[in-house]
């Protein structure tokens, strides 16, 4: 079993910060890419930022959604299974249900299986 929890969600002014985690647990052998998606009400989900495996280091390659370059960055450590989305400058056009994304190898009885694991999401609010 593998489990990815979000947390950091919550309600903010416009302009204001937010810091987003997402923390994988369970049988794992390795995560590969990591990623935040949104959905805002009534939006098909869409994808905010991923960060690749980086190899031993934490410094995986970054992509980001045109919307978010230069207010959002994302990282993370892989001693912890954590990916972070830290959020600058938001507006309200952010407001979204925040779902944490990876591609996990974990143990299931004596095989190792790859598949793609979502958090439960968590709500950002953007508002005055």
């Known amino acids: 079993q593998v489990h990815l929890v979000e947390s950091g969600g919550g309600l903010v002014q416009p302009g204001g910060s937010l810091r987003l985690s997402c923390a994988a647990s369970g049988s794992i052998f390795s995560i590969d890419a990591m990623g935040w998606y949104r959905q805002a009400p009534e939006e098909e989900r869409e994808l905010v930022a991923t960060i690749t495996g980086g190899g031993r280091t934490n410094h995986g390659r970054t992509n980001y959604a045109d919307s978010v370059k230069d207010r959002f960055t994302i990282s993370r450590d892989k001693a912890k299974n954590t990916v972070y989305l830290q959020m600058s400058s938001l507006k309200p056009e952010d407001t979204a249900v925040y779902y944490c994304?990876?591609?996990?190898?974990?143990?299931?009885?004596?095989?190792?299986?790859?598949?793609?694991?979502w958090g439960q999401g968590t709500q950002v609010t953007v508002s005055s």
């Open positions: 994304n990876a591609l996990i190898t974990a143990y299931q009885t004596t095989r190792l299986v790859t598949d793609n694991y």
